[in-house]
């Protein structure tokens, strides 16, 4: 029997039934393994066919057999896996021995019997695949072989691509969600059958076909599918809710208002080669009633005629209204208006899912969503457009995640006029101007982002901007990582922000926010600059290895600044200046290269209960006109000293513990004049207080012990005022005065110093009330009456007072004087004269007598 004669029986009744104009619908339903009986009622399968128990993998002819392999298996051999021939369908089987009652009907058994059971299986394969999808799977159900030869993934593969033209087969997994899949990632025997099955009620757009398949009926009577040669057509369909469009270009007026999907078809990137274009208005517009609307993998353009007179109007490539929710997948949206946008999200009840798809080359903004609109924005590439990659306005909410916005000549995503919005996971690079802008009111949440590589800036928050910017890396921006300006108000929270080319977070204009938890470093300026009457709260960050400054407040700059730890920076770790007033409380500012804290040029503010240590500076500098109250801190180990109070500075210092520093505990010369009030002042390898070059100060309650120098020198025209303080068990003196210095001391304890309690130089008259000087070791005295020279007990760590005396038959000078032992041992019988008592410096002759 020929093939064309098999077919045109089977498929005889069912011709009229399922095409000509009928636009009956057919789906195909879910394979079975059973054998069973063929019904000529349409096509379809009976329902509730149950699954064979044993299952069949998919026929696979095209691993040729070997001789051996198609020898006799026996009766009980069983499949041994994919590609391999059931044993049951060939081991050789005997014709049935024709009865004598009937010869036509032992006639039709015969040949029923050649075919289901000796005809080679690649005969059948080769007439299977003259079949067509509906006639294949009718033939399916004759029995188990036609079954497994009916299924061969090539034959569905063929057919498939002659419908679909896709590549992969594609899935609908899900109300509006259609996913091509590889054909090892599926559970499917034969994905492109089940990808059939799935897609198999929609209509196609395909220029041509309609009338093909209306003038060839005998041809295609193994399938139902209704072609047409325009979209318009296809949506005028009362019943295609399923639309495939065809490689092409179509120009027309799509407005969506229906649940319907439409979906490109075409090989290789499926987009690229079905394009939907216009010149004027929107190309494509959802309106009310398209709530589960689907457009994928399809290229939107918008190109208008601008080198026409009459005036472009304000249209858009995509246009999503009020109350509709389509769903986007995987679409090329171009537009080279300069008006507009690409695609408008607008109105009440506007929430699109808009994903996977291709936002770029645009001449003005690539997204804009406003007028309270909402919707899901996933994994779309948005980049290279002429104005924003994103607007957010007028109370929009979105929802972006995992998008990559980059390279625009504008901002990346500008949020403004009281817009909002949660944005997860985007990557925002390279864009002209900042990363991220808030104006005006606006309040988005951006959360683990990363804003990187912007030409001006990481996040602009400006003009009453507000936000919440949380986890996000923020980092190699051209300016400051964050801007904060003009009455903004926003809260930068476990951020990342580093490797800036200039500072980290900039707080300007009187901006505010609260900056907390963040890390800060590497940036080119300081981590944190605060400036112009602005007033954050800085609190719980990590502040460290930045090029210049940690945090520098200046220019009337306020903020609250509180257990932040700012350490190994270039320059200090807290600048304060030229009339700022911040309060720093709780932080550990520590390991800088310079100094500390640094109040300069009228730096003022408070500095409560920080630790300030390890500085190769001082730990705190206060100098020309600053004057900051310094309470309860704790200043150690620096290298220049703990606080260094010069040029003019003022300031307060109470209750602090200035301890271990490798120069005066605090220095204070130069004009000064601060008070330090009930401070401990002790452990230091130097002196305690050091005062000089005009120094000035009150002293007041303070314990000042245990220092390796004078407790207290005061030196070099400094007239301080010391009052009720304690000094005590120093490795020096208790308090020198020397070099045309004076002071007031007044109610003073001075009491078991090394050297002595108060010790003065020649010409020093200072004003002594009531002080209690009492128990010191006076070592000085001791080793002179025992002939020692001073260096014995000095040894270059200290400085004891002693007379002065000038060799004049050695011709030394006043700065090389001699103590009084050396000139009664070394220079006895020369010409020798007194100079002063002062403090001894011992250079040359120490060193000769050792």
């Known amino acids: 029997m020929s093939y064309s004669a098999v077919r045109n029986r089977m498929t005889r009744q069912n011709v009229k039934s399922t095409r000509k104009k009928s636009h009956k619908r057919f789906v195909l339903p879910h394979l079975v393994d059973t054998v069973v009986n063929y019904q000529d009622s349409g096509f379809c399968f009976p329902e509730g066919s149950v699954m064979c128990t044993t299952h069949q993998p998919p026929y696979d002819l095209r691993r040729k057999l070997s001789l051996q392999e198609n020898s006799y298996f026996g009766a009980n051999s069983k499949c041994s896996g994919r590609g391999a021939v059931c044993s049951q369908m060939i081991i050789p089987r005997k014709r049935l021995k024709r009865s004598c009652s009937s010869c036509s009907i032992a006639s039709d058994v015969g040949a029923a019997h050649y075919l289901l059971y000796e005809v080679p299986d690649e005969l059948l394969l080769n007439i299977f695949s003259y079949l067509l999808e509906q006639d294949l799977c009718r033939v399916s159900q004759v029995c188990k072989r036609f079954h497994t030869i009916s299924n061969d993934m090539e034959l569905w593969k063929n057919l498939y691509q002659s419908v679909y033209e896709y590549d992969l087969p594609l899935y609908n997994t899900g109300p509006c969600k259609y996913v091509f899949v590889q054909l090892e990632e599926t559970e499917n025997e034969n994905p492109w059958k089940e990808s059939f099955r799935q897609l198999y009620q929609g209509v196609h757009v395909r220029p041509g076909y309609q009338e093909l398949t209306d003038n060839n009926p005998e041809c295609y009577s193994g399938r139902n599918i209704i072609y047409f040669d325009t979209i318009e057509q296809a949506l005028e369909e009362p019943d295609s809710s399923l639309i495939f469009i065809h490689s092409g270009v179509y120009k027309g007026d799509y407005i969506i208002y229906s649940s319907v999907t439409l979906l490109g078809a075409a090989p290789g990137n499926v987009a690229e080669n079905v394009i939907l274009e216009r010149e004027c208005e929107s190309t494509v517009m959802f309106?009310?009633?398209?709530?589960?609307?689907?457009?994928?993998?399809?290229?939107?353009?918008?190109?208008?005629?601008?080198?026409?007179?009459?005036?472009?109007?304000?249209?858009?490539?995509?246009?999503?209204?009020?109350?509709?929710?389509?769903?986007?997948?995987?679409?090329?949206?171009?537009?080279?208006?300069?008006?507009?946008?690409?695609?408008?999200?607008?109105?009440?009840?506007?929430?699109?899912?808009?994903?996977?798809?291709?936002?770029?080359?645009?001449?003005?903004?690539?997204?804009?969503?406003?007028?309270?609109?909402?919707?899901?924005?996933?994994?779309?590439?948005?980049?290279?457009?002429?104005?924003?990659?994103?607007?957010?306005?007028?109370?929009?909410?979105?929802?972006?995640?995992?998008?990559?916005?980059?390279?625009?000549?504008?901002?990346?995503?500008?949020?403004?006029?009281?817009?909002?919005?949660?944005?997860?996971?985007?990557?925002?690079?390279?864009?002209?101007?900042?990363?991220?802008?808030?104006?005006?009111?606006?309040?988005?949440?951006?959360?683990?982002?990363?804003?990187?590589?912007?030409?001006?800036?990481?996040?602009?928050?400006?003009?009453?901007?507000?936000?919440?910017?949380?986890?996000?890396?923020?980092?190699?921006?051209?300016?400051?990582?964050?801007?904060?300006?003009?009455?903004?108000?926003?809260?930068?929270?476990?951020?990342?922000?580093?490797?800036?080319?200039?500072?980290?977070?900039?707080?300007?204009?009187?901006?505010?926010?609260?900056?907390?938890?963040?890390?800060?470093?590497?940036?080119?300026?300081?981590?944190?600059?605060?400036?112009?009457?602005?007033?954050?709260?800085?609190?719980?960050?990590?502040?460290?290895?930045?090029?210049?400054?940690?945090?520098?407040?200046?220019?009337?700059?306020?903020?609250?600044?509180?257990?932040?730890?700012?350490?190994?920076?270039?320059?200090?770790?807290?600048?304060?200046?030229?009339?700022?007033?911040?309060?720093?409380?709780?932080?550990?500012?520590?390991?800088?290269?310079?100094?500390?804290?640094?109040?300069?040029?009228?730096?003022?503010?408070?500095?409560?209960?920080?630790?300030?240590?390890?500085?190769?500076?001082?730990?705190?500098?206060?100098?020309?006109?600053?004057?900051?109250?310094?309470?309860?801190?704790?200043?150690?180990?620096?290298?220049?000293?703990?606080?260094?109070?010069?040029?003019?500075?003022?300031?307060?210092?109470e209750q602090n513990e200035i301890f271990d520093n490798a120069m005066a505990g605090v220095w204070i010369k130069t004009d000064s004049n601060p008070t330090l009030r009930k401070n401990k002042i002790?452990?230091?390898?130097?002196?305690?207080?050091?005062?000089?070059?005009?120094?000035?100060?009150?002293?007041?309650?303070?314990?000042?012990?245990?220092?390796?120098?004078?407790?207290?020198?005061?030196?070099?025209?400094?007239?301080?005022?010391?009052?009720?303080?304690?000094?005590?068990?120093?490795?020096?003196?208790?308090?020198?005065?020397?070099?045309?210095?004076?002071?007031?001391?007044?109610?003073?304890?001075?009491?078991?110093?090394?050297?002595?309690?108060?010790?003065?130089?020649?010409?020093?008259?200072?004003?002594?009330?009531?002080?209690?000087?009492?128990?010191?070791?006076?070592?000085?005295?001791?080793?002179?009456?025992?002939?020692?020279?001073?260096?014995?007990?000095?040894?270059?760590?200290?400085f004891p007072m002693h007379d002065f005396y000038r060799c004049r038959t050695c011709n030394t000078t006043e700065r090389n004087a001699i103590c009084v032992n050396c000139i009664n041992t070394c220079h006895a019988r020369h010409d020798v004269e007194f100079i002063r008592h002062d403090r001894f410096f011992l250079r040359l002759w120490g060193w000769y007598l050792k």
């Open 287 to 653: 309106t009310k009633g398209a709530r589960e609307a689907f457009l994928g993998f399809l290229t939107l353009r918008l190109k208008p005629d601008m080198k026409s007179s009459v005036q472009h109007h304000k249209h858009y490539c995509l246009h999503i209204t009020e109350n509709s929710s389509p769903t986007i997948d995987h679409c090329i949206i171009r537009s080279t208006s300069v008006v507009g946008a690409a695609i408008c999200v607008s109105g009440c009840g506007a929430e699109p899912v808009i994903k996977h798809c291709d936002i770029s080359d645009c001449e003005n903004v690539g997204l804009y969503i406003t007028d309270y609109a909402q919707g899901v924005y996933e994994e779309n590439e948005i980049s290279r457009n002429a104005l924003a990659g994103v607007w957010v306005k007028n109370h929009a909410n979105p929802i972006m995640r995992r998008n990559h916005i980059h390279h625009g000549r504008d901002v990346g995503v500008f949020t403004f006029d009281n817009g909002l919005g949660y944005f997860e996971a985007n990557d925002i690079h390279n864009n002209r101007i900042a990363g991220f802008e808030v104006k005006a009111g606006a309040n988005p949440t951006v959360v683990r982002c990363e804003i990187h590589h912007g030409q001006t800036g990481g996040i602009y928050v400006h003009e009453n901007g507000r936000g919440q910017f949380i986890e996000n890396k923020i980092h190699f921006n051209n300016f400051a990582g964050v801007w904060i300006t003009s009455h903004s108000n926003p809260t930068i929270r476990r951020n990342e922000i580093y490797n800036g080319l200039q500072g980290g977070v900039y707080i300007f204009g009187e901006g505010r926010g609260l900056i907390e938890h963040n890390n800060i470093h590497g940036n080119a300026l300081a981590g944190i600059q605060i400036r112009t009457n602005s007033d954050p709260i800085v609190r719980y960050n990590k502040i460290h290895h930045g090029q210049h400054g940690g945090i520098y407040v200046h220019e009337k700059g306020q903020g609250l600044i509180e257990e932040n730890e700012v350490y190994a920076n270039t320059l200090a770790g807290v600048w304060i200046t030229t009339g700022s007033t911040p309060v720093l409380r709780r932080n550990r500012i520590h390991s800088g290269k310079q100094v500390g804290v640094y109040f300069y040029d009228n730096g003022h503010g408070r500095l409560e209960d920080n630790d300030i240590y390890n500085h190769l500076y001082s730990g705190v500098q206060i100098r020309t006109g600053s004057n900051p109250i310094i309470r309860r801190n704790k200043i150690w180990g620096g290298q220049n000293g703990g606080v260094l109070v010069y040029n003019g500075g003022l300031g307060i210092l």
């Open 682 to 798: 002790y452990d230091g390898r130097d002196g305690g207080v050091c005062i000089f070059n005009g120094g000035k100060g009150i002293l007041e309650d303070n314990d000042i012990f245990h220092n390796a120098q004078a407790g207290v020198l005061i030196s070099t025209q400094s007239h301080p005022v010391l009052r009720r303080n304690r000094i005590f068990d120093g490795l020096a003196a208790g308090v020198e005065i020397t070099n045309n210095a004076t002071a007031t001391l007044e109610y003073n304890q001075i009491f078991n110093n090394r050297f002595g309690g108060l010790c003065l130089a020649s010409g020093v008259q200072p004003i002594l009330k009531e002080n209690k000087i009492f128990d010191n070791h006076n070592a000085v005295e001791k080793a002179v009456s025992g002939g020692q020279c001073l260096y014995k007990i000095s040894s270059y760590t200290s």
